[in-house]
């Protein structure tokens, strides 16, 4: 009776152990190892000067409307690319009020598709300030900023994604991307 008992157990314990429960696995996203920071300084050809991601290929920015000093800094292991514009603000045809005016003009565009847009001034190593803005949401720059002497030069970047991903699996390159940013903006010095 015992070893019925006991085998009736084992079964029932058997059968149980058998019953699952399907659970869906979450969407998991590809793992992102970034590297260490690394800067390089950039050529003695622009009225600017800063240092910039090693990891970044530096261009001309080839748009026809583009002035003589824009570049791009394409960081091809992540198909992103900031996009730097400079006026000389010495040309009477470059106003600044104007061109800070275009600035927020150009971040406040993406609100209809940006969950928010943080913006905030940051003092830079060099003693000046900087306009930051952050972007969430599936937007297509998550990150641009401005900084300007206001009599010389103005200076303004915009960080984009070549990709159609979600910018919540872009948050690590995006975080690293804004650090090479900031470290630009610390270094940036005018040379005339």
Known sequence: MQKLLL???????????????????????NR???????????????????????????????FPKSGRYYINLFYPDYDAVIQITYKDLKNPDNNV??????????????????????????????????????????VPSQFQFF????????????????TANKNDSLRPIIEFIKKDAIEMLNTLEWKY
Do not use: W
Request: charged letters at 20%.
């Open 7 to 29: 085998l009736s157990f084992v079964l029932m314990l058997g059968f149980s152990a058998c019953e699952q429960t399907y659970l869906p696995k979450p969407k998991a996203y």
């Open 32 to 62: 992102i190892d970034l590297p260490e920071s690394a800067y390089q300084v950039l050529p003695d050809t622009f009225p600017y000067q800063f240092f910039y991601s090693q990891y970044a290929e530096l261009s001309r920015d080839t």
């Open 97 to 138: 009020e104007e061109l800070l005016t275009e600035a927020f003009d150009l971040t406040m565009k993406h609100n209809p598709k940006a969950y928010s847009i943080r913006e905030s001034i940051i003092a830079m190593r060099n003693n000046q300030v900087a306009s930051i803005a952050e972007l969430a949401g599936e």
């Open 147 to 162: 900084t300007t002497d206001s009599t010389t030069h103005f200076f303004r970047g915009a960080l984009y994604f070549n």
